[in-house]
């Protein structure tokens, strides 16, 4: 602790930049040689469903139950619900799957659940599919052959089987655009493999129909006038801005591998959040003012120190988890007070310590580090094993689907990290900034001596 002034001035700097992320909801700094925005992030508290209120859906794969889903299909199928998700505006999505075909959805602030979900389940599976000369109607249904194996001429109710020629995996981009008489329409860049597909396809049916088909369902039948060879098209319709927007979100995210069914859903309302996190924030007062008072009464002068250490503490967790950031539920809050009690655990740890040696005669700079190199290896131990079971909870959360656990398990591996800090950092430091200049015989009370 040589350099304790420069670990003050770290300590110092780490505290106003915590608190001017802590105390604030978005953060933003201007270059101040071009007038232009050089940071600007958005620092506000992530709250979960438990806590904001919105939806929770139970998704399962809809195929029959002899069927088997892979693992990979459903993590594929979850990762594009995410993404459509995320690209509708739906904050804060958290997404797990569950066993091996459910997947465990919530979506804390939605106002419209109807619509996200529906919007979710879809396939969204592109086709271009080959007409011939025969154009499709407009939003008739019509059957392919894509995914069907030695598929007859017609279907059992005399329908023909139209050939899909290619599906929207060859999609590179997918972007809302307007067409050449000013309506809604989605431009479309393939990647180099289906450009060639294509390319060869639009040379050879010059003058025929290719319906452009979504689920099945036929948004347009355009005419191939002429070779199409770069690899660019557009998808024409009657479409909407939000129609359009959202089937070009649909096809950028990809189409999901498996298809999704709603199996439950629940809407948890914004009043019983509110009151969630009123009394969950009146606990985390009242245990870390208990605490706060513990430590000074009891161990007296160094306990103060470690109050501001504790203070620390908070401020810098805090701090992680609007950066990072974090979501919280209720139990993530839970992980993050237990994590209190970490921290003053090895304070406490150091001041037995402390006590010890200084009873054995050391002067004080000598009894602090003595105190906190003996005390080391059962705060590592310690911490180390919480951090394994911090992991252990995230793997099982991950796994089973069990967001509660795994908000918990966050909450208390971050708050853990900090305390090791607060404690190897902080602490020491403070006790050597105050307690150097002390004659410990003209003061043995200030110390529960």
Same mark, same amino acid.
């Given at each position: 602790?040589?350099?304790?002034?420069?670990?003050?001035?770290?300590?110092?700097?780490?505290?106003?930049?915590?608190?001017l992320?802590?105390l604030?909801?978005?953060?933003?700094?201007?270059n101040?040689?071009?007038?232009?925005?050089?940071?600007?992030?958005?620092?506000?508290?992530?709250?979960?469903?438990?806590?904001?209120?919105?939806?929770?859906?139970?998704?399962?794969?809809?195929?029959?139950?002899?069927?088997?889903?892979?693992?990979?299909?459903?993590?594929?199928?979850?990762?594009?619900?995410?993404?459509?998700?995320?690209?509708?505006?739906?904050?804060?999505?958290?997404?797990?799957?569950?066993?091996?075909?459910?997947?465990?959805?919530?979506?804390?602030?939605?106002?419209?659940?109807?619509?996200?979900?529906?919007?979710?389940?879809?396939?969204?599976?592109?086709?271009?599919?080959?007409?011939?000369?025969?154009?499709?109607?407009?939003?008739?249904l019509?059957?392919?052959?894509?995914?069907?194996?030695?598929?007859?001429?017609?279907?059992e109710?005399?329908?023909?089987?139209?050939?899909?020629?290619?599906?929207?995996?060859?999609?590179?981009?997918?972007s809302?655009?307007?067409?050449?008489?000013?309506?809604? $329409? @989605?431009?479309?860049?393939?990647?180099?493999?289906? &450009?060639? /597909?294509?390319?060869?396809?639009? %040379?050879?049916? *010059?003058? #025929?129909?290719? $319906? @452009?088909?979504?689920?099945?369902?036929?948004?347009? &039948?355009? /005419?191939?006038?002429?070779?199409? %060879?770069?690899? *660019?098209? #557009?998808?024409?319709?009657?479409?909407?801005?939000?129609?359009?927007?959202?089937?070009?979100?649909?096809?950028?995210?990809?189409?999901?591998?498996?298809?999704?069914?709603?199996?439950?859903?629940?809407?948890?309302?914004?009043?019983?959040?509110?009151e969630?996190?009123?009394?969950?924030?009146?606990a985390?007062?009242?245990?870390?003012?208990?605490?706060?008072?513990?430590?000074?009464?009891?161990?007296?002068?160094?306990?103060?120190?470690?109050?501001?250490?504790?203070?620390?503490?908070?401020?810098?967790t805090?701090?992680?988890?609007?950066?990072?950031?974090?979501?919280?539920?209720?139990?993530?809050?839970?992980?993050?007070?237990?994590?209190?009690?970490?921290?003053?655990?090895?304070?406490?740890?150091?001041?037995?310590?402390?006590?010890?040696?200084?009873?054995?005669?050391?002067?004080?700079?000598?009894?602090?580090?003595?105190?906190?190199?003996?005390?080391?290896?059962?705060?590592?131990?310690?911490?180390?094993?919480?951090?394994?079971?911090?992991?252990?909870?995230?793997?099982?959360?991950?796994?089973?689907?069990?967001?509660?656990?795994?908000?918990?398990?966050?909450?208390?591996?971050?708050?853990?990290?900090?305390?090791?800090?607060?404690?190897?950092?902080?602490?020491?430091?403070?006790?050597?900034?105050?307690?150097?200049?002390?004659?410990?015989?003209?003061?043995?009370?200030?110390?529960?001596?």
């Amino acid at each position: 602790m040589r350099n304790k002034n420069i670990w003050l001035v770290v300590i110092f700097i780490l505290v106003a930049f915590s608190l001017l992320v802590d105390l604030k909801k978005n953060i933003l700094i201007y270059n101040p040689f071009t007038d232009q925005p050089l940071i600007e992030r958005d620092v506000d508290v992530k709250l979960g469903l438990d806590l904001r209120g919105g939806l929770q859906a139970l998704l399962e794969a809809d195929v029959p139950v002899e069927t088997t889903v892979t693992a990979e299909d459903l993590l594929n199928a979850k990762n594009i619900l995410q993404n459509r998700a995320n690209a509708l505006g739906v904050s804060e999505v958290v997404m797990q799957t569950a066993g091996d075909r459910r997947i465990v959805a919530e979506f804390p602030g939605v106002t419209n659940p109807e619509e996200v979900v529906a919007a979710l389940k879809q396939t969204a599976l592109l086709e271009f599919v080959d007409m011939g000369t025969t154009p499709a109607e407009e939003g008739s249904l019509i059957q392919t052959d894509f995914g069907i194996e030695n598929a007859a001429a017609t279907t059992e109710s005399g329908e023909p089987i139209y050939h899909t020629v290619m599906t929207g995996a060859g999609l590179n981009t997918a972007s809302v655009t307007r067409s050449q008489t000013g309506e809604f $329409a @989605i431009s479309f860049v393939l990647n180099s493999d289906t &450009t060639n /597909i294509f390319a060869e396809y639009t %040379t050879s049916h *010059q003058q #025929q129909y290719l $319906a @452009i088909v979504l689920d099945k369902l036929v948004i347009s &039948t355009p /005419i191939i006038q002429n070779p199409i %060879t770069d690899g *660019q098209g #557009q998808i024409s319709g009657n479409f909407t801005q939000e129609s359009a927007q959202t089937l070009a979100v649909q096809l950028r995210s990809g189409a999901l591998p498996i298809p999704i069914k709603v199996v439950e859903s629940r809407t948890v309302g914004p009043t019983l959040g509110e009151e969630s996190l009123r009394k969950s924030v009146l606990a985390g007062i009242i245990g870390l003012s208990v605490v706060v008072l513990f430590m000074g009464l009891y161990y007296r002068l160094p306990g103060v120190i470690a109050d501001l250490a504790l203070i620390c503490y908070a401020i810098f967790t805090l701090m992680l988890f609007k950066l990072i950031p974090v979501v919280l539920t209720l139990p993530g809050i839970a992980g993050f007070i237990l994590s209190v009690g970490m921290a003053v655990d090895a304070n406490v740890l150091i001041f037995e310590r402390l006590k010890e040696e200084l009873r054995h005669g050391r002067n004080l700079r000598q009894a602090i580090d003595l105190a906190w190199s003996r005390a080391w290896p059962s705060i590592r131990d310690s911490n180390t094993s919480t951090l394994i079971t911090c992991l252990i909870l995230f793997l099982f959360g991950n796994t089973f689907g069990a967001s509660i656990v795994k908000g918990f398990s966050i909450t208390l591996a971050l708050g853990v990290g900090v305390s090791l800090f607060t404690a190897i950092i902080v602490t020491r430091t403070f006790l050597h900034t105050v307690l150097d200049r002390i004659n410990l015989a003209d003061h043995p009370r200030w110390f529960g001596l």
